[in-house]
């Protein structure tokens, strides 16, 4: 048998042989040698040792992990249906040329997969292209679609903080001809309700537009060919400050001191309806049609979050770039806020949770005949969300339930599985959601401590007595009081019982 230290010396030979570049049916046949006896090393029983971990930047989920992570989703896709949402689906990979050109400066950032078939593929970055590739190709001019799936970035994670390799997007986006900025308003009361609902603490919405920051650009004196990859440097605020980002302007992508410090001007202002008035009387940005589009466009939708009632928690932040090449009309994004101390008035960003904007170009690039389809749609950033709840639920130790049965069947004597079976079968046919434990005759004492540990709220106990009787006795494991039910209204009343908030 084969031990470490001769593979050792047999993997140097070989490794000697390449470097002397001998003969290669010499080399052929001193690997083969390696080979079989790396092969009976590990037949060795308990030499060879998996490495067991998953791989960078992604992670298992317990069952009170998924647990809080369906309250999440439910929350989020009962918004979803409440806006009228229709749901697809689409492939975890797509076609290279599809996502290619579609990220700008993230597009390092997609996963290549190798050549399979014939076909160049790569995973799906985000749900946006996808959608768009979707609507080009089924010819659809009008729909309003949620989708919630995972999505790849070779990304560096930060796992603590919420970002993964691979992750959740919960997207909601509506498609078609529109009179402007209704549908944009509808996204914002979206993330609005969802992280109302979810009680993450305070929040604001911060929202710019496309073509008011290409508009601030062209007067700031940015050449055409600079305006996306200085949009990337913006879209960096919310990281660092100013002087680094002017530095990275100047420094590493070739612009002037003078539109950078332009730029600077603007990029450092934020309000409401005040400030859109404002801009509206600026005399270098209300000459540039782009931006008095823009500016129009951002009254409107003032306007209308004003009907909605959430003005409150927007605010339009001339810093918000969102550096992805396909958004050309509104754009925003929700971030949490935290208080830096309890006499400070001032509030802190911990982050983003969710985002979007109008992207009216993307299905004119997959369409053979470049026909339009404007769309505007939000993306809720469910992993840092789900990161807060986690860690919310760790501190408060608060008991989460991984199941939602409703009732254990139980028998208080030896000898009746079979009637413990014959009654569960009864409640799962009737739709209750039942379990017993899997031993012939296990004592009652360890039977309610099972449903204490796990939550159940109820037991239905069958003994000799309550068979010949026709009962079962059901019991609130909380309160301990038990009464006897008959057999046919024992499903109504475990429905009741359950049914109280």
């Given at each position: 048998m084969a031990d470490e230290v001769a593979v050792r010396a047999q993997a140097e030979t070989v490794r000697r042989l390449k470097q002397d570049k001998a003969d290669p049916d010499e080399i052929a046949k001193e690997v083969a040698k390696l080979l079989e006896m790396k092969a009976q090393i590990g037949g060795d029983e308990g030499k060879h040792k998996f490495v067991l971990k998953t791989p960078k930047g992604t992670r298992d989920y317990s069952p009170k992990q998924m647990a809080i992570r369906e309250r999440v989703f439910n929350a989020i896709i009962t918004c979803f249906k409440r806006h009228g949402a229709e749901v697809i689906d689409t492939p975890v990979f797509e076609l290279k040329e599809t996502l290619t050109g579609k990220y700008g400066e993230d597009s390092k950032l997609i996963y290549d997969l190798k050549d399979q078939g014939g076909e160049l593929l790569s995973l799906r970055y985000d749900l946006t292209v996808p959608f768009a590739r979707y609507l080009a190709m089924n010819k659809i001019t009008n729909i309003k679609r949620y989708h919630i799936a995972k999505v790849y970035r070779r990304d560096n994670p930060a796992m603590t903080r919420g970002r993964y390799r691979e992750f959740y997007q919960c997207d909601f986006d509506i498609a078609g001809q529109f009179d402007p900025m209704i549908p944009d308003a509808e996204c914002l009361k979206i993330v609005?309700?969802?992280?109302?609902?979810?009680?993450?603490?305070?929040?604001?919405?911060?929202?710019?537009?496309?073509?008011?920051?290409?508009?601030?650009?062209?007067?700031?004196?940015?050449?055409?060919?600079?305006?996306?990859?200085?949009?990337?440097?913006?879209?960096?605020?919310?990281?660092?400050?100013?002087?680094?980002?002017?530095?990275?302007?100047?420094?590493?992508?070739?612009?002037?001191?003078?539109?950078?410090?332009?730029?600077?001007?603007?990029?450092?202002?934020?309000?409401?309806?005040?400030?859109?008035?404002?801009?509206?009387?600026?005399?270098?940005?209300?000459?540039?049609?782009?931006?008095?589009?823009?500016?129009?466009?951002?009254?409107l939708l003032f306007e209308y979050l004003t009907l909605f009632g959430i003005t409150g928690k927007i605010s339009f932040d001339l810093s918000l770039a969102r550096g992805l090449d396909y958004y050309t009309g509104v754009i925003f994004e929700a971030v949490l806020l935290q208080q830096e101390d309890d006499h400070v008035e001032?509030?802190?960003?911990?982050?983003?949770?969710?985002?979007?904007?109008?992207?009216?170009?993307?299905?004119?690039?997959?369409?053979?005949?470049?026909?339009?389809?404007?769309?505007?749609?939000?993306?809720?950033?469910?992993?840092?969300?789900?990161?807060?709840?986690?860690q919310r639920v760790e501190a408060s130790e608060e008991k989460i339930r991984t199941t939602e049965t409703q009732v254990l069947v139980a028998s208080a004597q030896k000898k009746l599985l079979e009637e413990r079976l014959k009654l569960i079968a009864e409640l799962w046919d009737a739709g209750i959601k039942a379990e017993v434990l899997y031993k012939k005759n296990p004592k009652l004492l360890n039977q309610l401590q099972y449903c204490e540990e796990t939550g159940i709220p109820l037991v239905a106990i069958v003994g000799e007595q309550e068979l010949k009787d026709g009962v079962v006795k059901l019991r609130d494991v909380a309160t301990r009081e038990e009464v006897n039910v008959r057999r046919e209204s024992l499903v109504e009343e475990i429905r009741m019982r359950t049914s109280r908030p």
């Open positions: 609005h309700e969802i992280l109302s609902d979810l009680q993450l603490g305070d929040f604001l919405i911060k929202v710019n537009d496309r073509r008011i920051l290409d508009g601030m650009f062209a007067v700031c004196g940015v050449p055409d060919s600079k305006f996306r990859t200085i949009c990337s440097s913006v879209d960096k605020l919310d990281k660092m400050p100013w002087e680094e980002v002017r530095s990275e302007m100047v420094g590493e992508k070739g612009l002037s001191p003078e539109a950078a410090d332009h730029i600077g001007e603007y990029v450092q202002l934020h309000g409401g309806l005040d400030l859109i008035e404002r801009l509206l009387q600026d005399p270098k940005l209300s000459q540039n049609k782009l931006a008095k589009e823009g500016l129009g466009d951002m009254k001032e509030s802190v960003s911990v982050g983003s949770v969710a985002g979007g904007g109008r992207y009216d170009g993307l299905v004119g690039m997959f369409d053979p005949k470049g026909r339009k389809v404007p769309c505007v749609g939000v993306s809720i950033g469910i992993e840092r969300i789900f990161s807060i709840l986690e």
